[in-house]
């Protein structure tokens, strides 16, 4: 049993549309990260969120600690939005991190 | 910002050979990683280093080994390639102190071919 789990697994949205991603965690943890892939390797840090709610840009991420579940929102989705999101769940510690297995999201134009 | 650099995006190997992945990272961090991820699987640990010269096993260090000899760059060695091995190699660093609020920061990634 994966400690977070991920859902959709694959996403394909037309340009414009309002997407969500869920992330579903059974480990305690005090905080949470959502990472965005692109094509080609490199992983960056979006957000790191231990309660309510965050927004960059298009983006918004949102956690509820109580229920152990986060969601990724993009907001008008464009094709650069394109690329695999992942979450994962820090143990107290920080050295290590649960990850989920990621999601795949293709918006098409 | 940080950087993490690793030594080569694509590598082609042969059944046997030992190949060396390195990693280097410019922001003075304690904790360096080394992950494989593969399709369906996600990102999975294979060793950690929390200091020069110390290292933990992850979840799947069974056919690898890792060096730490300066605090900026982390090795990861696979002493004789298998074709299961083939895979996308990613690297991170991390602060170190900062408990749940620790940021990792990954490299390009590596992607092995073993033929």
């Known amino acids: 049993k994966n400690e977070v789990e991920q859902s959709p697994q694959n996403l394909t949205a037309q340009e414009g549309e309002f997407i969500t991603i869920n992330c579903s965690y059974s480990?305690?943890?005090?905080?949470l990260h959502w990472l965005q892939q692109h094509p080609g390797g490199g992983i960056v840090s979006l957000f790191m969120?231990?309660?309510g709610k965050k927004k960059h840009g298009r983006l918004i991420a949102t956690i509820n600690i109580q229920e152990k579940h986060s969601s990724l929102h993009i907001t008008a989705s464009h094709p650069r939005d394109s690329a695999v999101y992942i979450c994962a769940a820090p143990t107290y510690t920080g050295n290590q991190f649960y990850f989920g297995t990621g999601t795949s999201l293709t918006v098409i134009p | 910002d940080v950087k993490v650099t690793q030594s080569s995006r694509y590598l082609v190997k042969r059944t046997g050979e030992k190949v060396f992945l390195e990693c280097v990272q410019d922001m003075d961090h304690e904790n360096m990683f080394w992950y494989r991820q593969d399709p369906g699987l996600g990102l999975r640990l294979i060793y950690f280093?929390?200091?020069?010269?110390?290292?933990e096993k992850g979840d799947i260090p069974e056919g690898y080994s890792v060096s730490r000899e300066k605090k900026e760059r982390f090795s990861l060695i696979l002493e004789s390639a298998s074709t299961n091995q083939t895979s996308m190699y990613l690297c991170a660093s991390s602060f170190g102190s900062l408990g749940y609020q620790e940021t990792q920061y990954f490299g390009p990634g590596t992607r092995l071919l073993v033929l």
């Open positions: 969120l231990s309660s």
């Open positions: 280093s929390y200091d020069v010269k110390m290292k």
């Open positions: 480990v305690g943890i005090s905080a």
